[in-house]
């Protein structure tokens, strides 16, 4: 049973600054690649940035330049660097993980979400 744990959320001014982190436990045997996705309210899920195994990223349009996604591959932990945010970052934050086993299956693992509100 692999768990996501997420942490960091919270009210900040707009440009301010918020530091998401997602570590997994449990028995993962490899992971794919991680990511951060959000969920404003009446709103679909949407991609915020991912990154792979070998440290390729891919993100938004909307939050390029502003936010950054690392991971800590020892900690099976991703985080998300929120720079500049602005009112429209306010949502419910979740990471995802998309791992496979030792006889090769895809596992797509999600973290409760954390909320982000973006307000003065």
């Known amino acids: 049973q692999v768990q996501l744990v997420e942490s960091g959320g919270g009210l900040v001014q707009p440009g301010g600054s918020l530091r998401l982190s997602c570590a997994a436990s449990?028995?993962?045997?490899?992971?794919?690649?991680m990511g951060w996705y959000r969920q404003a309210p009446g709103e679909q899920r949407d991609l915020v940035a991912t990154?792979?195994?070998?440290?390729?990223?891919n993100y938004a349009d909307s939050v390029k330049g502003r936010f950054t996604i690392s991971r800590d591959n020892a900690k099976n932990t991703v985080y998300l660097q929120m720079n500049r945010l602005k009112p429209e970052d306010t949502a419910v934050y979740y990471c995802?993980?998309?791992?496979?086993?030792?006889?090769?299956?895809?596992?797509?693992?999600w973290g409760q979400g954390t909320q982000v509100t973006v307000s003065s």
């Open positions: 995802n993980f998309d791992t496979y086993d030792p006889v090769g299956d895809d596992h797509d693992y």
């Open positions: 449990g028995n993962i045997f490899s992971i794919n690649a």
């Open positions: 990154i792979t195994s070998s440290g390729n990223t």
